[in-house]
T-cell receptor, first 111, second 114 residues
């Protein structure tokens, strides 16, 4: 069974801290890994990773994939209260036409 | 573009009632899908469609039906609502006919079954 696991499930930090969110996966036929940010409503797309070792970056957020370790991390530097959200990791399974989501990490940034 | 729209935003049903959650997209996306989100469980795929007239089951299809008569619309029907179907439902779409790459999500429907 295809599985995606995120850790930690919940994280509370102070504004300005740097955080690292983890995602590991076990899927039959990996195609890509995606990160989403979910605030109050719909998830919004952050990154899609397909190749190992190549960092994707957007402002203070960055992510990298390690296909050998079957995992990915999402880093957020100089956190702000607006970064408070649930961060979802999903893996695209080739041939199965679906995304498998992890449980999500609830990140809370305190001022 | 309105993107992906869902109606209603909130719904309360009694056990045994049926209803349809509506989903529409105006991006001419071939792939559409329905997810449910429960606390601590991420998003789980209910049903998906790779084009008009083609649907298939996801991870948790029991108790739900779908159809895809047009590219734009992908309604989700609850046949006989049960308390276990209390959840937030998201519809999503993507351009690729095989369903790969970024999915765009609707705002969600919060359903409570009493």
């Amino acid at each position: 069974e295809d599985k995606v696991v995120q850790s930690p499930l919940s994280l509370v930090v102070h504004e300005g801290d740097t955080v690292t969110l983890n995602c590991s996966y076990e899927v039959t036929n990996f195609r890509s890994l995606l990160w989403y940010k979910q605030e109050k409503k719909a998830p919004t797309f952050l990154f899609m990773l397909t190749s190992s070792g190549i960092e994707k970056k957007s402002g203070r957020l960055s992510s990298i994939l390690d296909k050998k370790e079957l995992s990915s991390i999402l880093n957020i530097t100089a956190t702000q209260t607006g970064d408070s959200a649930i961060y979802l990791c999903a893996v695209e399974v080739q041939g199965a036409q679906k995304l498998v989501f992890g449980q999500g990490t609830r990140l809370t940034i305190n001022p | 573009n309105a993107g992906v729209t869902q109606t209603p935003k909130f719904q309360v049903l009694k056990t045994g009632q049926s209803m349809t959650l509506q989903c529409a997209q105006d991006m001419n996306h071939e792939y559409m899908s329905w997810y449910r989100q429960d606390p601590g469980m991420g998003l789980r795929l209910i049903h998906y469609s790779v084009g008009a007239g083609i649907t298939d089951q996801g991870e948790v299809p029991n108790g739900y039906n779908v159809s895809r008569s047009t590219t734009e619309d992908f309604p989700l029907r609850l046949l006989s609502a049960a308390p276990s179907q209390t959840s937030v439902y998201f519809c999503a779409s993507s351009y690729s006919p095989t369903g790969y790459n970024e999915q765009f999500f609707g705002p969600g429907t919060r359903l409570t079954v009493l």
